[in-house]
């Protein structure tokens, strides 16, 4: 079951690698890597928390504000990227047996998209986050975008 404490383990300074195709809907594209530097902290007691990640690399930088619903024992994790100034659609979700998995809809290229992210491997020194599309109503899934966290050495 979800608590307001999932994401204590995001909280501080990272080093993420990226893995990320470059036609999110295509799954025969290819996949661009790059590196960012992703920062996070926590607020209401825990029961929210923002990160930060900077691209440096590509000239842009992305936040997710994560909110803990206690009503709903639910989270709604919400991301905006410097090349576009907008909140993207939420995904709502939680962890069971160490995965957490949360899902929402938006748009991608013109299309209605079914979204979904999963947090694994989550430990004190490593995690990993994955986004997938789907097409089809969450029938099937393509994972266009991989990130491995490490704790950054030198905050």
Request: glycine share 12%; net charge negative; proline share 6%.
């Given at each position: 079951?979800?608590?307001?404490?999932?994401?204590?383990?995001?909280?501080?300074?990272?080093?993420?690698?990226?893995?990320?195709?470059?036609?999110?809907?295509?799954?025969?594209?290819?996949?661009?890597?790059?590196?960012?530097?992703?920062?996070?902290?926590?607020?209401?007691?825990?029961?929210?928390?923002?990160?930060?990640?900077?691209?440096?690399?590509?000239?842009?930088?992305?936040?997710?504000?994560?909110?803990?619903?206690?009503?709903?024992?639910?989270?709604?994790?919400?991301?905006?990227?410097?090349?576009?100034?907008?909140?993207?659609?939420p995904v709502v979700g939680g962890f069971a047996e160490g995965?957490?998995?949360?899902?929402?809809?938006?748009?991608?290229?013109?299309?209605?998209?079914?979204?979904?992210?999963?947090?694994?491997?989550?430990?004190?020194?490593?995690?990993?986050?994955?986004?997938?599309?789907?097409?089809?109503?969450?029938?099937?899934?393509?994972?266009?975008?991989?990130?491995?966290?490490?704790?950054?050495?030198?905050?």
């Amino acid at each position: 079951m979800s608590g307001p404490h999932d994401f204590d383990f995001l909280h501080g300074t990272w080093d993420v690698a990226h893995r990320r195709r470059t036609d999110f809907l295509d799954p025969g594209s290819d996949w661009e890597e790059f590196r960012a530097m992703g920062r996070c902290w926590s607020l209401f007691g825990g029961a929210a928390n923002i990160d930060e990640m900077k691209v440096p690399d590509q000239g842009w930088s992305g936040l997710t504000l994560r909110l803990f619903e206690p009503e709903s024992g639910q989270w709604s994790l919400h991301w905006s990227s410097s090349r576009s100034g907008r909140l993207f659609p939420p995904v709502v979700g939680g962890f069971a047996e160490g995965l957490g998995t949360f899902h929402g809809d938006d748009t991608y290229d013109g299309r209605d998209v079914r979204v979904r992210y999963l947090w694994s491997g989550v430990s004190p020194t490593t995690a990993r986050w994955e986004q997938a599309f789907s097409v089809d109503h969450g029938e099937t899934w393509l994972t266009n975008w991989v990130m491995d966290f490490a704790p950054r050495a030198d905050p």
